[in-house]
T-cell receptor, first 113, second 115 residues
Framework: GENVEQHPSTLSVQEGDSAVIKCTYSDSASNYFPWYKQELGKGPQLIIDIRSNVGEKKDQRIAVTLNKTAKHFSLHITETQPEDSAVYFCAASENSGYSTLTFGKGTMLLVSP | DTGVSQDPRHKITKRGQNVTFRCDPISEHNRLYWYRQTLGQGPEFLTYFQNEAQLEKSRLLSDRFSAERPKGSFSTLEIQRTEQGDSAMYLC?????????????FGPGTRLTVL
């Protein structure tokens, strides 16, 4: 089955800095890679996703890059704000997301004012 | 708020008791998923439904767990004879399966504590 590794487990940055979270996956058949943000006491919220037919996707301050050859993908947050503080999860799935999601263990991002 | 609701939000029970959780998905969504999340981990897949049919179950779903989605709308997850190891957050997600898209939207979860 799929295995998703996520690093780092915690990340502390100053407001305005950039943050990068990296994930690797094991199953070459995976082709859908969403990122979720989870705030305390809430369920995960989808913030961006990427499919294997593209190498990069951007949405305002958030971007995701995918390297299919190396089987890794990354989340980039620019101009971080205190409200970006949360736990971020990467996930991978086959069949364009029609198969179940396998999640990484999460990264706790702390943005200090 | 994603539009997926779960009830109750918290449940404390004694070992050996049965518990049942409910999930109401986004109304037009035809897929409904159950996940379990323990502290410091990502969600782990348990099972999913497409309309009324339960299409896949994880090996994590022991015989004490049963899920239903009788009318293809809300779903229930029952745990019988709870054990302390069942303590976790139980998350429900829903999606609309359509050409090329299957984004999953999660509810707030039900936190189960087994004493």
């Amino acid at each position: 089955g799929e295995n998703v590794e996520q690093h780092p487990s915690t990340l502390s940055v100053q407001e305005g800095d950039s943050a990068v979270i990296k994930c690797t996956y094991s199953d070459s058949a995976s082709n859908y890679f969403p990122w979720y943000k989870q705030e305390l006491g809430k369920g995960p919220q989808l913030i961006i996703d990427i499919r294997s037919n593209v190498g990069e996707k951007k949405d305002q301050r958030i971007a995701v890059t995918l390297n299919k050859t190396a089987k890794h993908f990354s989340l980039h947050i620019t101009e971080t704000q205190p409200e970006d503080s949360a736990v971020y999860f990467c996930a991978a799935s086959e069949n364009s997301g029609y198969s179940t999601l396998t999640f990484g263990k999460g990264t706790m991002l702390l943005v200090s004012p | 708020d994603t539009g997926v609701s779960q009830d109750p939000r918290h449940k404390i029970t004694k070992r050996g008791q049965n518990v049942t959780f409910r999930c109401d998905p986004i109304s037009e969504h035809n897929r409904l998923y159950w996940y379990r999340q323990t502290l410091g981990q990502g969600p782990e897949f348990l099972t999913y439904f497409q309309n009324e049919a339960q299409l896949e179950k994880s090996r994590l779903l022991s015989d004490r767990f049963s899920a239903e989605r009788p009318k293809g709308s809300f779903s229930t997850l029952e745990i019988q004879r709870t054990e302390q190891g069942d303590s976790a957050m139980y998350l429900c997600a829903s999606s609309l399966v359509s050409s090329g898209h299957n984004e999953q939207f999660f509810g707030p979860g039900t936190r189960l504590t087994v004493l």
